[in-house]
């Protein structure tokens, strides 16, 4: 009865149109959410995604004071794969267009940033590690550290990724599928790093605490290899993880985005200002090299996920939503 009640003063808040000009983002996490990692009390039938771009199309009486319909607004929440979807006002972003560049500072942007400023305590010349650095949120991170004045080494599986990676500011682009990461760091950072963003997990995290200098932050941002996994954790071998903490007077730290909303605001809107101002590269990735093509329409959803477990994605993985036909429409 709660629950109804609260969904039905939701529905009167706001509602969002999302016509063929329009836009869903995918996260790493979809799959953890899909699998019921994230809120347990949630049992299917439920609606996944986290972000959506789109048009307001109807509002609720405390709606629209702030919004007008036609206005485009951004969203983050969960059920965003959707063709017609209902927001509430205060979790809306007004933005200037339905561009996907737009819908890529949601969740993967507002992570580098907030995380970076909050966690990494990052300081001129120091050296910044980043994986998975040329995808959603990995190319905000280069961007964010290299603006701080950092020395920024970036991890890719492919040399188009390395070139992108050198495009955004990276110093170092890895691109591991050729040359053995912890070699690499070894041979060219023997006094370690001092920031690392990690968003692989098992051994890489390892790899990651091993390659610490001296006072270094580890900012846990994810850990994929194992979110395809029946617990979703990759195997860590932690055992001696609080000797090697303190021998090098380091730390590691974890980061969740819903943990800090509070700095959401003030994100976005710098973000949004460096776009503008064409100094943020916010790179979208819709599968136009993926091999069955576009991902256009919801049921590219799943396509999408897959194209960027494979590895194959260059920046943000966004799904173009098709305009669905009249007959079908929910509203
Ligand atoms: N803590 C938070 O609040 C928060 C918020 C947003 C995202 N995240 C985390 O950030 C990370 C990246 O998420 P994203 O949505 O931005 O995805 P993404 O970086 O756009 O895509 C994932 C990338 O990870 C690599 N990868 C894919 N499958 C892998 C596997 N099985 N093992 C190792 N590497 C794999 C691939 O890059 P390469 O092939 O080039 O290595 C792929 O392009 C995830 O760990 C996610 O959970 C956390």
Redesign the pocket.
């Known amino acids: 009865m709660m629950e109804k009640e609260m969904r039905r003063y939701v529905a009167l808040e706001l509602q969002h149109h999302v016509s063929h000009s329009d836009f869903v983002g ?5 799959i ?1 959410y899909s699998a019921g990692r994230y809120d347990p009390s949630v049992k299917p039938p439920f609606d996944a995604g986290f972000e959506g771009i789109g048009e307001v199309i109807g509002l609720g009486l405390s709606a629209s004071s702030r919004y007008t319909v036609g206005d485009t607004v951004a969203y983050f929440g969960s059920g965003a794969f959707a063709e017609y979807t209902v927001v509430p006002a205060k979790e809306s972003v007004p933005v200037p267009s339905a561009k996907p560049e737009f819908l890529t500072l949601l ?2 942007g ?2 580098a940033y907030i ?1 970076l400023k909050r966690l990494g305590d990052l300081a001129k010349s120091e050296t910044v590690l980043v ?8 190319q905000f991170a280069v961007q964010f550290a290299k603006r701080a004045g950092c020395h920024v080494i970036g ?4 040399d188009e ?1 390395a070139v992108f990676l050198k495009s955004i500011g990276c110093d170092r682009p890895i691109n ?2 050729k040359e053995d990461l912890a070699k690499t760091l070894r041979k060219e950072y023997p006094q370690g790093v001092d920031v690392v963003y990690e ?4 051994s ?1 995290l390892e790899l990651a605490v091993n390659s610490l200098a001296t006072k270094g932050r580890l900012i ?9 996994t029946a617990s979703g954790i990759p195997p860590f071998k932690g055992g001696t993880l609080p000797v090697k903490l303190l021998q090098k007077s380091a730390s590691v730290r ?5 943990h800090f909303l509070g700095d959401y605001r003030e994100a976005l809107t710098s973000m949004m200002q460096m776009f503008a101002k064409g100094e943020l590269v916010c790179e979208v ?1 819709c599968g136009d090299m993926a091999q069955e093509g576009k991902f256009v329409g919801l049921e590219s959803v799943f396509r999408a996920v897959d194209y ?10 966004v799904v173009e939503v098709a305009p669905p036909n009249v007959g079908d429409s929910k509203l």
């Open positions: 995918i996260n790493a996490s979809d953890n969740v993967s507002a992570t995380a994986t998975a650095a040329a995808g959603g949120t990995g991890t890719c599986s492919s990724k591991y599928a968003s692989v997990g098992g890489v846990v941002i994810g850990f994929i290899s194992g979110y395809q974890g980061f969740f985005l819903p990735d960027m477990y494979a590895g194959k994605n260059l920046g943000k993985v």
